[in-house]
């Protein structure tokens, strides 16, 4: 502690009451303050449980307490449970937030060797109004449960961290109990070979992050507005029903980050149903089917294409693009909705940087340009698909450049001017970041133009954070 921290000194149970003092968001982002504020907000707002007997047990009390939570009427420091299994020495720590989101957390505890498993979620979700359809679910669903009291929270967002093969029969029987979940959220998983979801109408939101021994992911469920993903490239396979004749089967955001490698058998397999509603109470036709069955890599390439083709934000690794365009040839689809894009790849050499400005042609609306250089991503065998000099089309709507991980200036040079002629007559606004420094601009000097030398170089520029902040996707 500093020697000036007085607050840090005061005892626990004197800190544990001025967080419950907080609004929930606030109280839990005191966990960063330091090592000793790491756990005191779970101690003033959890409640302990010790010796509970199963897992079963503990998520048949987290749905009690969300049947009964009243966000109004109740205790200020209850917001959920700090599980202690007799047994296994496993934690759970259990908490719902203001707006709506549940955390199933299982890091805490002993962490044992991860053994194999799959995960099942059947979801049971109340069909949204959405894309101007009112669309409703049979009475008499087969996972129907019962009727949510007056008092039952809301929960729109779940995380499930760390769940194992002692939690995920559990965790499957609490998820067809929550009918208003919009977001899922399911990371650090080790073990987990084979994640399955089921019954996802009406979720928006599908988040999978670092479950290194995945193997599979299967989704059924409506058009989503986000998919993000960090991993090894495993096998996709999404069955997605849309109201209307969808373009790409993702409107807003995409994550492909495949920085660690394909596994060696995997598919991306996405198909849609296109869904006009008819004037029964509770059925919704299949009027027209499209898909694509993903045979070979050919399919599973345009699939991909297909599956993105209208997102505004996407994330996407530079030898994925690669294997895609060498297994499938030139490809007619343009990323016409794309304004973001985050590039990623291992190293800045020549053919690099011919792939890149090969993927911008299919992007004639971005605005904004993120390119980072990791030399842990895993890299592709040549393939000389871009051994050929490329010459860049001209981005009218692009604003800004935003480079990181370069490992010296000549590198971010060479870069920018291949970059340059992006932005047609405008001045080019290329930002550079290296191994956490401050940013530095390009800028144009005199100078060395005087001198016939390349008249561009890199300079620290005052308050240009503020204006050029990371991508969107680079802190989560």
Same mark, same amino acid.
């Given at each position: 502690?500093?020697?000036?921290?007085?607050?840090?000194?005061?005892?626990?149970?004197?800190?544990?009451?001025?967080?419950?003092?907080?609004?929930?968001?606030?109280?839990?982002?005191?966990?960063?303050?330091?090592?000793?504020?790491?756990?005191?907000?779970?101690?003033?707002?959890?409640? /302990?449980?010790?010796?509970? =007997?199963?897992?079963?047990?503990?998520?048949?009390?987290?749905?009690?307490?969300?049947?009964?939570?009243?966000?109004?009427?109740?205790?200020?420091?209850?917001?959920?449970?700090? $599980?202690?299994? &007799?047994?296994?020495?496993? %934690?759970?720590?259990?908490? %719902?937030?203001?707006?709506?989101?549940?955390?199933?957390? $299982? *890091?805490?505890?002993?962490?044992?060797?991860?053994?194999?498993?799959?995960?099942?979620?059947?979801?049971?979700?109340?069909?949204?109004?959405?894309?101007?359809?009112?669309?409703?679910?049979?009475?008499?669903?087969?996972?129907?449960?019962?009727?949510?009291?007056?008092?039952?929270?809301?929960?729109?967002?779940?995380?499930?961290?760390?769940?194992?093969?002692?939690?995920?029969?559990? %965790?499957? +029987?609490?998820?067809?109990?929550?009918?208003?979940?919009?977001?899922?959220?399911?990371?650090?998983?080790?073990?987990?070979?084979?994640?399955?979801?089921?019954?996802?109408?009406?979720?928006?939101?599908?988040?999978?992050?670092?479950?290194?021994?995945?193997? +599979?992911?299967? $989704?059924?469920? /409506?058009?989503?507005?986000?998919?993000?993903?960090?991993?090894?490239?495993?096998? $996709?396979?999404?069955?997605?029903?849309?109201?209307?004749?969808?373009?790409?089967?993702?409107?807003?955001?995409?994550? %492909?980050?495949?920085?660690?490698?394909?596994?060696?058998? #995997?598919?991306?397999? #996405?198909?849609?149903?296109?869904?006009?509603?008819?004037?029964?109470?509770?059925?919704? +036709?299949?009027?027209?089917?499209?898909?694509?069955?993903?045979?070979?890599?050919?399919?599973?390439?345009?699939?991909?294409?297909? +599956?993105?083709?209208?997102?505004?934000?996407?994330?996407?690794?530079? #030898?994925?693009?690669?294997?895609?365009?060498? *297994? /499938?040839?030139?490809?007619?689809?343009?990323?016409?909705?794309?304004?973001?894009?985050? #590039?990623?790849?291992?190293?800045?050499?020549?053919? &690099?940087?011919?792939?890149?400005?090969?993927?911008?042609?299919?992007?004639?609306?971005?605005?904004?340009?993120?390119?980072? =250089?990791?030399?842990?991503?895993?890299?592709?065998?040549?393939?000389?698909?871009?051994?050929?000099?490329?010459?860049?089309?001209?981005?009218?709507?692009?604003?800004?450049?935003?480079?990181?991980?370069?490992?010296?200036?000549?590198?971010?040079?060479?870069?920018?001017?291949?970059?340059?002629?992006?932005?047609?007559?405008?001045?080019?606004?290329?930002?550079?970041?290296?191994?956490?420094?401050?940013?530095?601009?390009?800028?144009?000097?005199?100078?060395?133009?005087?001198?016939?030398?390349?008249?561009?170089?890199?300079?620290?520029?005052?308050?240009?954070?503020?204006?050029?902040?990371?991508?969107?996707?680079?802190?989560?």
């Amino acid at each position: 502690m500093g020697p000036n921290d007085f607050i840090s000194r005061l005892p626990d149970h004197i800190l544990h009451h001025i967080i419950s003092l907080l609004p929930f968001e606030s109280a839990v982002g005191t966990c960063f303050l330091s090592t000793h504020w790491k756990h005191l907000w779970r101690q003033a707002l959890l409640d /302990s449980v010790h010796d509970v =007997i199963s897992m079963e047990a503990a998520i048949e009390a987290i749905q009690t307490f969300l049947d009964s939570f009243d966000e109004h009427h109740r205790p200020r420091n209850k917001w959920g449970s700090i $599980f202690e299994f &007799s047994h296994t020495r496993a %934690v759970l720590v259990a908490c %719902v937030s203001t707006n709506g989101a549940l955390q199933l957390d $299982f *890091s805490a505890g002993k962490q044992q060797l991860p053994r194999p498993f799959d995960l099942l979620l059947e979801l049971n979700l109340v069909s949204p109004h959405r894309y101007g359809y009112l669309w409703r679910r049979e009475e008499n669903h087969p996972l129907q449960s019962k009727q949510p009291s007056l008092n039952t929270v809301k929960v729109k967002s779940l995380y499930l961290i760390s769940v194992s093969h002692l939690s995920n029969m559990a %965790v499957s +029987s609490l998820v067809p109990n929550l009918p208003f979940l919009e977001c899922l959220t399911i990371s650090k998983c080790n073990g987990l070979q084979s994640l399955e979801i089921k019954e996802a109408k009406g979720l928006r939101k599908l988040i999978v992050f670092d479950c290194p021994q995945l193997q +599979s992911l299967s $989704f059924e469920g /409506s058009r989503l507005e986000s998919f993000r993903y960090r991993g090894n490239l495993v096998s $996709f396979r999404f069955r997605v029903s849309s109201s209307y004749n969808a373009v790409g089967l993702l409107s807003k955001c995409a994550v %492909v980050d495949f920085r660690q490698g394909p596994l060696t058998q #995997w598919k991306w397999d #996405w198909n849609w149903n296109w869904n006009i509603p008819r004037l029964s109470q509770y059925y919704y +036709s299949l009027y027209n089917e499209k898909h694509c069955s993903c045979a070979d890599e050919y399919k599973c390439f345009h699939s991909f294409l297909r +599956s993105i083709k209208v997102v505004e934000s996407l994330t996407i690794c530079r #030898w994925f693009y690669e294997m895609l365009l060498c *297994s /499938s040839g030139d490809t007619e689809y343009y990323l016409g909705g794309l304004h973001e894009l985050w #590039w990623i790849d291992c190293s800045m050499e020549r053919e &690099s940087i011919n792939a890149l400005l090969c993927f911008l042609k299919l992007c004639p609306f971005l605005e904004r340009l993120y390119v980072t =250089i990791d030399p842990q991503c895993y890299k592709l065998p040549s393939t000389e698909k871009f051994s050929a000099l490329v010459i860049p089309d001209k981005l009218q709507y692009l604003e800004a450049v935003k480079l990181e991980g370069f490992a010296d200036e000549e590198k971010e040079i060479l870069m920018a001017r291949r970059l340059i002629p992006l932005f047609e007559e405008k001045n080019p606004v290329i930002i550079s970041k290296s191994h956490g420094k401050r940013l530095k601009h390009l800028v144009k000097v005199a100078k060395l133009e005087k001198m016939g030398k390349y008249p561009y170089k890199f300079k620290v520029v005052e308050n240009v954070d503020q204006d050029f902040p990371d991508h969107v996707h680079m802190n989560i």
